[in-house]
């Protein structure tokens, strides 16, 4: 289940076992925020604290501040999904 966050829209440029769902969850999460499929997001929500997801989203340079709750740093997330 956890792969399902690793999805070629967000990942088109890296090799997917190159990859550390811990060592670069700030890459993986900020990655799947801005080009993942909505089922990669939900895996992402799954995976990781909310903590963690928050500060990626608001310290990221990778995030556009395109309009949309994954680009906003006040962005609620759902206790369940």
Not at 3 to 10: D, G, Q, S, Y
Not at 15 to 27: G, I, N, T, V, Y
Not at 36 to 63: H, Q
Request: hydrophobic share 40%; proline share 5%; glycine share 4%.
């Amino acid at each position: 289940m956890e792969r399902k966050i690793l999805v070629p829209e967000a990942f088109w440029d890296v090799e997917e076992k190159e990859l550390d769902l811990q060592r670069d969850r700030e890459f993986i999460i900020a990655r799947v925020l801005e080009h993942g499929t909505l089922e990669a997001v939900r895996e992402v929500i799954r995976f990781y604290d909310r903590e963690t997801i928050r500060e990626v989203v608001k310290r990221s340079n990778l995030l556009s501040k395109k309009p949309g709750c994954f680009g906003l740093p006040s962005c609620k997330f759902p206790e369940r999904m």
